[in-house]
Nanobody, 120 residues
Framework: VRLVESGGGVVQTGESLRVSCVAS????????MHWYRQAPDNERELVAT???????NFADSVKGRFEISRDNAKSTVYLQMNSLKPEDTAVYYC???????????????WGQGTQVTVSS
């Protein structure tokens, strides 16, 4: 399994940014995909989920500002971040959870992360 994020950068408050994650090593269309983020001195938190059927969920802190989408033909999941705030500053990670067998443990796979910095 390989997850490769891209698209991070430095933006100002109120601006938008889109980060992408290209996946390989598993059947992308069958899996729910997640975006997490981790700010300095904070625990990693779940930001958004898109199910294999296209259903979405968001953390309360980003609801109404962030959108998650997927392109199964490109094995890519996107996180569109609008109306960015300084508190959105974090490393953003792509995640997939895979259970290899019926009785096996669910394994978390992570990308290397992409830094998003929002200046005030």
């Amino acid at each position: 399994v390989r997850l490769v994020e891209s698209g991070g950068g430095v933006v100002q408050t109120g601006e938008s940014l889109r980060v992408s994650c290209v996946a390989s090593g598993f059947i992308f269309a069958f899996r729910d995909m997640h975006w997490y983020r981790q700010a300095p001195d904070n625990e990693r938190e779940l930001v958004a989920t898109i199910t294999s059927h296209g259903g979405t969920n968001f953390a309360d802190s980003v609801k109404g500002r962030f959108e998650i989408s997927r392109d199964n033909a490109k094995s890519t999941v996107y996180l569109q971040m609008n109306s960015l705030k300084p508190e959105d500053t974090a490393v953003y990670y792509c995640n997939v959870k895979i259970r290899r067998s019926v009785l096996g443990a669910e394994i978390d796979y992570w990308g290397q992360g992409t830094q998003v910095t929002v200046s005030s």
